[in-house]
Antibody, heavy 123, light 113 residues
Framework: EVQLVESGGDLIQPGRSLRLSCAASGFKFGDYAMHWVRKPPGKGLEWVSG????????AYADSVKGRFTISRDNAKNSLFLEVNSLRVEDTALYYCAKGSGRRSVEWSPSDSWGQGTLVIVSS | DIVMTQSPDSLAVSLGERATINCKSSQSLLYSSNNRDYIAWFQQKPGQTPRLLIY???TRESGVPDRFSGSGSGTDFTLSISSLQAEDVAVYYCQQYYTTPLTFGGGTKVEIK
């Protein structure tokens, strides 16, 4: 059974930084692209960033480009998101999600999601 | 960036009746080399994580009831629930994975009338 467990969310002041983590199990982590998707309170889903299976392709939403950095450690079955220069509008539940295409050269929709970790940016 | 526009924002449907959700993309999601539309549909029930329902525009994910179907091609897509059940109350999202940044529609809230 695929399990994705996020951690690292916190109440934090604007301008500060956080490191979000996602521990994966139940599948061959190193074969799949991974994503971060967030859901601000009362709003819809927003794709934040994706990284392919071997870290060779990385992409970001325009709203976070230059502030957020996605990475993965396939040896430790872990996904990360460094979030810097946080803004109030970054407040959201951050989900880790698994891509569905094994060692795919193209992006694929997410077929498994974690429960999310909450980031609240407030002074 | 590709903009995904869903309509309506919300709809109320009687149990057993059909629910139809539309999604329009700002550019074609059809990749000519494989004739596939790079669009997926997700369901998010209250307090739960999103669930993949449909990918490639019309392929049901394993375990998804056959009352859910996806249709359309190019820029116009539809998710249909043929006979609404109480457990289908949720927010539904379309997402394009044709190119980055991947983008979601704004969501459609489905309720029971």
């Amino acid at each position: 059974e695929v399990q994705l467990v996020e951690s690292g969310g916190d109440l934090i002041q604007p301008g500060r930084s956080l490191r979000l983590s996602c521990a994966a199990s139940g599948f061959k982590f190193g074969d799949y692209a991974m994503h971060w998707v967030r859901k601000p309170p009362g709003k819809g889903l927003e794709w934040v960033s994706g990284i392919n299976w071997n870290s060779g392709v990385i992409a970001y939403a325009d709203s976070v480009k230059g502030r957020f950095t996605i990475s993965r450690d396939n040896a430790k079955n872990s996904l990360f998101l460094e979030v810097n220069s946080l803004r109030v509008e970054d407040t959201a539940l951050y989900y880790c999600a698994k891509g569905s295409g094994r060692r795919s050269v193209e992006w694929s929709p997410s077929d498994s999601w974690g429960q999310g970790t909450l980031v609240i940016v407030s002074s | 960036d590709i903009v995904m526009t869903q309509s309506p924002d919300s709809l109320a449907v009687s149990l057993g009746e059909r629910a139809t959700i539309n999604c329009k993309s700002s550019q074609s999601l059809l990749y000519s080399s494989n004739n596939r539309d790079y669009i997926a549909w997700f369901q998010q029930k209250p307090g739960q994580t999103p669930r993949l329902l449909i990918y490639w525009g019309s392929t049901r994910e394993s375990g998804v009831p056959d009352r859910f179907s996806g249709s359309g091609s190019g820029t116009d897509f539809t998710l249909s629930i043929s006979s609404l059940q109480a457990e289908d109350v949720a927010v539904y999202y379309c997402q394009q994975y044709y190119t980055t940044p991947l983008t979601f529609g704004g969501g459609t809230k489905v309720e029971i009338k």
